[in-house]
């Protein structure tokens, strides 16, 4: 049962840094996606980044460049850097994880979250 928990969000001032992490447990697909999507209240879940076991990324196009998705195999945590940060960066963020490489190019379409099987419990950020 693969189980996923994000750590390191929280308040931070615009412009500065932020990383976010994904501890990632008990899952052993040969071959996955991983990635991460981000929540306001009272709207979609939309995906920001996400990579593949193949070392492929996939970003959408309003963070691509301040955003980097990295994953340490060797610990199994999936993290999210997130620089010169904006209020439009606040919401929840979670953690997502799906076996195959084929969800990595539907990140950052509308339905993204639909490829993802397994997600974690999220972790807020409020930029101000």
């Known amino acids: 049962h693969v189980q996923l928990v994000e750590s390191g969000g929280g308040s931070v001032q615009a412009g500065g840094s932020l990383t976010l992490s994904c501890a990632v447990s008990d899952h052993s697909f040969t071959t996955y996606c991983l990635a991460w999507f981000r929540q306001d209240p009272g709207k979609e879940r939309e995906g920001v980044a996400g990579l593949t076991s193949d070392g492929r990324t996939a970003y959408a196009a309003s963070v691509k460049d301040r955003f980097t998705i990295s994953y340490d195999k060797t610990k199994n945590i999936l993290y999210l850097s997130i620089s010169s940060l904006q209020p439009s960066d606040t919401g929840m963020y979670y953690c997502?994880?799906?076996?195959?490489?084929?969800?990595?190019?539907?990140?950052?379409?509308?339905?993204?979250?639909?490829?993802?099987?397994?997600w974690g419990q999220g972790t807020q950020v409020t930029v101000s």
């Open positions: 997502a994880a799906t076996p195959g490489m084929g969800a990595i190019n539907h990140v950052s379409e509308s339905a993204g979250k639909r490829y993802f099987q397994y």
